[in-house]
């Protein structure tokens, strides 16, 4: 067990941390042992990492010292695509046969009969407290803004997003479908997300004319100035749909100069390779960053009614995208509503079942920036690395090497925030039982 007495100090070395080469500054003295780990000490001072050094150089100043005798540490995590506004409704609307539609129906039905001020923000809230506790410090948020919903849930949203300012970066998107944007109400949700800061985006389904209604959304953002688009594509295993390459090719007619993150991407990896390689060359020209759910899209894709077993794991080819020059993170997605059952929030549980299910242990590599460097990046945050002069927001684990990070859960993680321990209590289910309906 660590003493946190140090950690109290404005000022102190941890010493002996394992972290990962690719999130050290650049032109780090060793390349790490054969999974890219190395051992360094780092300063804290006034909530901020201000020197790391190799473990071997002994610090020569008189700060109080921890030795975290080769524990790994990470930055904080980074969660760009989730669903806080639909989080925690199992329980009252769960998924009667683990399908997309049950799923969409089943979560309409749940938003027009309880999603009230008061009901949004509470599970939002949790999730919020859940992620806190596990170490993460940015999310995006999708927020339904369909039906109406928008005038209920984007005043939640932003009411939460200026309260956890401090704690938690809190990105919100608006998810509503193509199709909308052609309608006043639609047009409004642009507005709003413009008056925001916030996001613009859509989910995709195919269409015939699917080009034009990209046009009006690319075009709705230019008019308003609005540099963010995020966009669900493609969550499906028909070899068909290739809404993302639609995307890059609006992107590219637009000369669209800000930043574009596409999730899911399911039906690339059930398409020919040619076809493969002209949507991530598309992709890559237009600059757009991919984010897969490895999580939700397990349990939903490939889902079969008859009794048989899935033959598929629904992800996108994430190895493909990266060897094509194309930035890819990994994210949570739903938590414990009809699109998925199970999750707590938790960015390393996300990472964990990344590589089981993508297979990114041969080797580790870079794979650890998927989940906190680079979706930064890609929700137009910077850089999230282990380097001087930024927070020292940080997540210290029991775990030495990745095969024992990823081995347990990790709950006895300890989690930094400006350098000083942050609140692991993570909250207790039974405070929603009251919003549960039997």
Wanted: proline share 6%; with cysteine; aromatic share 6%.
């Amino acid at each position: 067990m660590l003493n946190p007495v140090v950690l109290h100090h404005d000022r102190y070395w941890l010493l002996n941390a394992h972290c990962p080469v690719t999130l050290l500054p650049a032109h780090w003295p060793d390349g790490g042992d054969r999974t890219g780990l190395t051992p360094v000490n780092l300063c804290i001072a006034d909530g901020q990492l201000v020197a790391l050094q190799p473990a071997a150089v002994l610090p020569s100043d008189p700060l109080p010292t921890l030795d975290l005798e080769r524990r790994m540490v990470l930055p904080g995590f980074v969660d760009s695509h989730t669903h806080l506004d639909k989080g925690h409704i199992w329980e009252r609307s769960p998924n009667p046969d683990g399908t997309f539609t049950s799923a969409l129906h089943a979560t309409r039905t749940d938003a027009a009969t309880h999603w009230h001020h008061e009901d949004v923000r509470r599970r939002m809230e949790f999730g919020l407290r859940c992620s806190e506790a596990h170490g993460t410090t940015a999310i995006r948020t999708h927020i339904d803004c369909g039906r109406g919903q928008a005038e209920i849930s984007l005043p939640v949203a932003v009411q939460l997003r200026e309260a956890w300012r401090d704690r938690i970066t809190l990105q919100l998107v608006s998810l509503v479908g193509l199709d909308d944007f052609l309608t006043p109400a639609g047009v409004a949700v642009a507005d709003q997300i413009a008056d925001l800061g916030a996001v613009l985006g859509a989910v995709i389904y195919p269409h015939p004319d699917l080009d034009a209604r990209l046009d009006t959304v690319f075009q709705l953002a230019s008019d308003r100035q609005i540099q963010q688009l995020d966009f669900h594509v493609d969550e499906t295993k028909d070899p068909t749909s290739m809404s993302l390459r639609h995307v890059a090719q609006a992107a590219l007619r637009h000369r669209f100069q800000g930043h574009i993150l596409c999730g899911h991407c399911c039906s690339l990896a059930m398409q020919p390779p040619d076809e493969v390689e002209k949507t991530l060359n598309l992709v890559r020209d237009a600059g757009i960053d991919l984010v897969s759910l490895p999580m939700c899209n397990l349990f939903l894709q490939d889902r079969r009614t008859d009794g048989t077993t899935p033959r598929w794991r629904g992800v996108t080819l994430a190895h493909e995208a990266r060897q094509a020059g194309i930035a890819l993170s990994f994210a949570s997605d739903n938590c414990r509503d009809p699109f998925y059952g199970f999750g707590d929030h938790d960015m390393l549980e996300v990472w964990t079942q990344s590589v089981r299910i993508a297979h990114l242990d041969y080797p580790y590599g870079d794979w650890i920036r998927a989940v906190n460097d680079q979706p930064s990046h890609s929700m137009g945050l910077g850089a999230n690395r282990l380097e001087p002069g930024r927070s020292a927001d940080l997540v210290i684990f029991t775990a030495r090497w990745y095969s024992e990070l990823l081995a347990r859960s990790q709950h006895d993680r300890l989690v930094l925030r400006h350098g000083k321990p942050s609140d692991r209590t993570l909250p207790d289910y039974r405070e929603l039982d009251d919003l549960v309906v039997s």
